[in-house]
């Protein structure tokens, strides 16, 4: 820190109690300067000498025969009056960042100046300001946090103009040229704390990160902190990333809990000015601000209840980069505000792929958007089935809640469904007692062959699942077994058809108006364990032809006896599927519809279906 002397007289100011100073001197005092409740004893001349304001006061004290002189608004108070009243008198006075700014306003009030006489008090300490606090980055900070108790003095002296535009610059300056200490929160490397094993002993110099100021502004009160972040980004020296990790460091600093998604203190209207402050001064550039810290700053501005700008702000900034957040992170709020973010994300997309578009065509080349949009959507979608599956543990979770938000990214890319049938089956399991058409419309978002196959081995045994959703689990599955094995489809009957979507290779998603009953009739005792026993049976066929196709070339015999096993599996698929058609039938449980025709006839009557409903359904 830069300090400077002056005078060279020792200190001979003293005490008298908490309110009385005096200097110790052999001349008796010949004037009382009363500031606030402090009274000064002190003597006439050396202040003449020095100061205009109490030349004009001392001259009315003469006229009413008074020896009390009273000043009740010196910015500073006492504290500041004192090392003015020791400078008129040579004595030592040291200034520093902490107080010479009081020191500069008191010197202005009491017209300390070259006027007055050479090498004035106001003179001494603008050099000392220029020369040497606006030159230092921590000092011209602390001049700076000074500032709000001295105003209007500091502004109309333009100390505060001076700081910022000292800090901004410094802040924006190249950092290779950058000498002075700063703090930095981060880990030492091992070389600097001598633990590094390989260390020579030379101590390298290290590169200066380019957030390195951040930490040291977020001692700046809001209002400060406001104007040094608008100064940086006026420069316009400064990424986007640096100015969001900034506002990110202040946050966290300024508002107490914070980074844990809650918001602690009884100073609502405060935090709630520093939220919409923070929020007015995110940089626009796409990835100048994490998906994480925006989604920190929506939570806190609903706990908060900000104006319904910056939470919208906030949600349309979130969709532009949802990709980037995971569960937990949204996990934090209802279901209402994600899907509000999922509906941003959409628009986001669909507003760049115009634009992607109508670049293509002026360039007439392919934009690489387009591959990153389908790895965004494929996130999105991973994280809505993840989301899902948080909430889906809710009782009092509405089922159009859930069915709302799975249908939003329905028509997203997804490597699988199983994200999703474990929210399925987690809301089952949670709400076991939905009825049968909020049963059949929940089973309907999830696409059966895209079912990896833990996931289909799950789904077999699952006893909450409707068995038309067990039967067609355990047809594409075969039906997946079957293709890599190069054999075609199995000949099913009509009549199995009927429980598969749109024919055997139809959405698994059915596109037709089934009856209640096709889709809630529920495995019974005996036909779960028989549709396990048949898909172990086709792990094990499915084995044999990988198994036989590796050696094809010299085993030909053993692949004639895995192509008799798979036509035994084939055979054993369409008894037990028949079995499980009698037994609804027996049951009354299939109407007359559902039975009639020829599978033919059975593939044409599935694939009709009402055009909301599949396009609502659809499957990219």
Not at 571 to 583: D, E, N
Request: hydrophobic residues 35%; contains cysteine.
């Amino acid at each position: 820190m830069k300090f400077m002397k002056l005078g060279s007289k020792p200190d001979a100011f003293q005490t008298d109690g908490d309110n009385i100073r005096y200097v110790a001197t052999e001349l008796a005092s010949d004037v009382v300067v009363i500031v606030g409740e402090v009274k000064f004893y002190l003597h006439k001349f050396p202040l003449l000498s020095k100061s205009a304001c109490l030349q004009k006061l001392l001259a009315d004290t003469n006229e009413e025969k008074n020896d009390e002189v009273h000043i009740h608004d010196i910015p500073g108070g006492p504290v500041a009056f004192e090392m003015c009243a020791k400078f008129c008198y040579g004595m030592v006075v040291t200034l520093n960042a902490y107080n010479v700014l009081a020191a500069r306003c008191a010197a202005e009030y009491l017209e300390m100046y070259e006027t007055v006489e050479k090498g004035n008090l106001v003179y001494k300490i603008e050099v000392f300001l220029n020369s040497s606090i606006f030159r230092s980055w921590k000092d011209s900070i602390i001049v700076l946090r000074s500032t709000e108790a001295l105003l209007p003095w500091s502004e109309e002296l333009k100390v505060v103009s001076h700081c910022l535009d000292s800090i901004s610059t410094k802040a924006t300056i190249d950092t290779s040229m950058v000498e002075w200490s700063y703090t930095y929160n981060r880990k030492k490397l091992p070389s600097e704390n001598g633990n590094d094993p390989h260390w020579n002993g030379v101590r390298k110099q290290q590169m200066v990160p380019k957030d390195w100021w951040v930490e040291d502004l977020c001692d700046l009160q809001l209002e400060l902190y406001k104007r040094v972040i608008s100064s940086i980004i006026s420069k316009g020296n400064v990424s986007g990333p640096v100015i969001g990790e900034a506002l990110s460091a202040y946050a966290s600093r300024r508002l107490p809990g914070f980074d844990k998604g809650v918001i602690q203190g009884d100073d609502i209207v405060k935090n709630r000015l520093l939220l919409e402050t923070i929020v007015r001064l995110l940089p626009v550039g796409m990835g100048s601000v994490s998906c994480r810290f925006l989604l920190k700053l929506l939570k806190a501005a609903i706990l908060l209840e900000c104006k319904v700008f910056e939470r919208s702000e906030l949600m349309k900034r979130i969709g532009q980069c949802l990709e980037e957040s995971t569960v937990g992170e949204t996990s934090m709020f209802n279901v209402d505000t994600v899907q509000r973010l999922v509906e941003e994300f959409i628009k986001h997309k669909q507003h760049a792929r115009t634009e992607s578009l109508l670049e293509e065509e002026s360039q007439e080349i392919r934009s690489p958007k387009m591959a990153s949009d389908l790895s965004d959507k494929v996130k999105v979608a991973k994280l809505v089935d993840g989301y899902l599956a948080e909430i889906a543990r809710d009782p009092n979770l509405p089922l159009s809640d859930f069915v709302n938000l799975a249908e939003l990214v329905s028509s997203f890319p997804r490597p699988t469904h199983d994200g999703l049938y474990r929210a399925i089956d987690m809301y089952l399991k949670e709400h076991s007692g939905i009825s049968k058409s909020e049963r059949k419309s929940i089973c309907r978002l999830m696409d059966c062959r895209k079912l990896s196959a833990e996931a289909c081995m799950h789904a077999v045994q699952n006893e909450r699942l409707p068995l038309r959703v067990v039967v067609q689990v355990l047809f594409f599955e075969q039906l997946r077994a079957t293709s890599s094995g190069g054999s075609s489809t199995p000949d099913l009957p009509g009549s199995i058809r009927a429980m598969l979507p749109g024919g055997s290779h139809g959405s698994s998603r059915s596109t037709t108006t089934n009856t209640e009953e096709e889709w809630d009739a529920v495995g019974t005792s005996e036909d779960i364990p028989t549709l396990k026993g048949e898909l172990a049976t086709l792990k094990l066929t499915s084995g044999a032809t990988q198994s036989s196709d590796k050696n094809s070339d010299d085993c030909k015999g053993n692949t004639e006896k895995v192509a008799a096993t798979k036509s035994k599996g084939f055979q054993m698929s369409k008894t037990l599927f028949s079995k499980i058609w009698s037994s609804k039938e027996r049951n009354g449980e299939i109407t007359s519809s559902d039975t009639s025709g020829s599978p033919a006839s059975t593939v044409v009557e599935e694939t009709k279906s009402t055009p909301s409903r599949s396009r609502r359904q659809s499957v990219s």
